[in-house]
């Protein structure tokens, strides 16, 4: 059973940065796919970003493509999301999850794991 605890979130203006972390626990990080989901208000958990065992393929939603990116560090067992120029769109509650079911994960039903989240809110 693998526990993740993700961190780094608050309240930022818009064109800022945060950096997300998830830790992970009770697993082999090594051997898991890494994603971060987020959720807005009033609507679906949505893909965000993903990260292969050995960071060999990464894969962006094309909404943070070119903004965000996604990092890990095994020896850490820790997933990063490197969040830059952030707008209002978006703010929502961030998710990290993890998969033993896919090389690349692109969909909630692709993981087996998920944290509980962390707020990001971008003020205009």
């Known amino acids: 059973q693998v526990q993740l605890v993700e961190s780094g979130g608050g309240l930022v203006q818009a064109g800022g940065s945060l950096r997300l972390s998830c830790a992970a626990s009770g697993g082999i990080f090594s051997t898991y796919s890494m994603g971060w989901f987020r959720q807005a208000p009033g609507k679906e958990r949505e893909f965000v970003t993903t990260?292969?065992?050995?960071?060999?393929?990464?894969y962006y939603a094309d909404s943070v493509k070119g903004r965000f990116t996604i990092s890990r560090d095994d020896a850490k067992n820790t997933v990063y999301l490197q969040m830059n120029s952030l707008t209002p769109e978006d703010t929502a509650l961030y998710y990290c999850?993890?998969?033993?079911?896919?090389?690349?994960?692109?969909?909630?039903?692709?993981?087996?794991?998920w944290g509980q989240g962390t707020q990001v809110t971008v003020s205009s």
């Open positions: 990260i292969s065992r050995s960071s060999r393929w990464t």
């Open positions: 999850a993890a998969s033993s079911l896919r090389v690349i994960a692109t969909s909630n039903d692709d993981y087996n794991y």
